[in-house]
């Protein structure tokens, strides 16, 4: 089984500032079956990035992913006062699905 | 436009059992195999469950499996999750999610808002 390690665990910013969020798996994955999620308090959560690099519909472009093999970025390019959230990454195996613990993005 | 709603959800014992529904709307449900996700209080999310398009071919969580059992009424455009042997640890907010179709690529494009399941006894 893989797992998915999420850092930092919190990333406190300014809006206006870069975020970049890491996402490492104990084995190299494919990038069709890498995924990033946003998820505000008392919300479900919003489908950012798949395949790695591809935004979902209605994303806006300061959202970007990248990575292959172990190693994967979600980055936001400049802050807005609703990214501050909780993100998500997300495998899919043969058989299964998992998530990392999450990175929370708060105000500094 | 793609509705999930979900329900079914409640207050049970420890040992008793519970059916969620997600009833969908707004797409071919046929086409998508739909998944199952949890959500501790204060916690991460865990996913549980998936089934294909036509229903014949389900996943679970090791923490799941052998209890809960995942189905889908094509007919009636609504997905289940039928939970026995309920723990404690089962305490979550339960989600039902759609599949992405896009080339090779995976991801769960649509939530609904879940459904509260607490086992306390």
Same mark, same amino acid.
């Given at each position: 089984?893989?797992?998915?390690?999420?850092? &930092?665990?919190?990333?406190?910013?300014?809006?206006?500032?870069?975020?970049?969020?890491?996402?490492?798996?104990?084995?190299?994955?494919?990038?069709?079956?890498?995924?990033?999620?946003?998820?505000?308090?008392?919300?479900? &959560?919003?489908?950012?990035?798949?395949?790695?690099?591809?935004?979902?519909?209605?994303?806006?472009?300061?959202?970007?992913?990248?990575?292959?093999?172990?190693?994967?970025?979600?980055?936001?390019?400049?802050?807005?006062?609703?990214?501050?959230?909780?993100?998500?990454?997300?495998?899919?195996?043969?058989?299964?699905?998992?998530?990392?613990?999450?990175?929370?993005?708060?105000?500094? | 436009?793609?509705?999930? =709603?979900?329900?079914?959800?409640?207050?049970?014992?420890?040992?008793?059992? =519970?059916?969620?529904?997600?009833?969908?709307?707004?797409?071919?449900?046929?086409?998508?195999?739909?998944?199952?996700?949890?959500?501790?209080?204060?916690?991460?999310?865990?996913?549980?469950?998936?089934?294909?398009?036509?229903?014949?071919?389900?996943?679970?969580?090791?923490?799941?499996?052998?209890?809960?059992?995942?189905?889908?009424?094509?007919?009636?455009?609504?997905?289940?999750?039928?939970?026995?042997? =309920?723990?404690?640890?089962?305490?979550?907010?339960?989600?039902?999610?759609?599949? =992405?179709?896009?080339?090779?690529?995976?991801?769960?494009?649509?939530?609904?808002?879940?459904?509260?399941?607490?086992?306390?006894?």
């Amino acid at each position: 089984e893989i797992v998915l390690t999420q850092s &930092p665990g919190t990333l406190s910013l300014s809006p206006g500032e870069r975020a970049t969020l890491s996402c490492r798996a104990s084995q190299s994955v494919s990038s069709g079956y890498l995924a990033w999620y946003q998820q505000k308090p008392g919300q479900a &959560p919003r489908l950012l990035i798949y395949g790695a690099s591809n935004r979902a519909t209605g994303i806006p472009d300061r959202f970007s992913g990248s990575g292959s093999g172990t190693d994967f970025t979600l980055t936001i390019s400049r802050l807005e006062p609703e990214d501050f959230a909780v993100y998500y990454c997300q495998h899919f195996g043969t058989y299964l699905s998992t998530f990392g613990p999450g990175t929370k993005v708060d105000i500094k | 436009e793609v509705q999930l =709603l979900e329900s079914g959800g409640g207050l049970v014992q420890p040992g008793g059992s =519970l059916r969620l529904s997600c009833a969908a709307s707004g797409f071919t449900f046929t086409s998508y195999p739909m998944t199952w996700v949890r959500q501790a209080p204060g916690k991460g999310l865990e996913w549980v469950s998936s089934l294909t398009g036509s229903g014949d071919t389900t996943h679970y969580a090791d923490s799941v499996r052998g209890r809960f059992t995942i189905s889908r009424d094509n007919s009636e455009n609504t997905l289940y999750l039928q939970m026995n042997s =309920l723990r404690a640890e089962d305490t979550a907010l339960y989600y039902c999610a759609k599949y =992405l179709r896009s080339g090779g690529d995976w991801a769960f494009d649509y939530w609904g808002q879940g459904t509260l399941v607490t086992v306390s006894s």
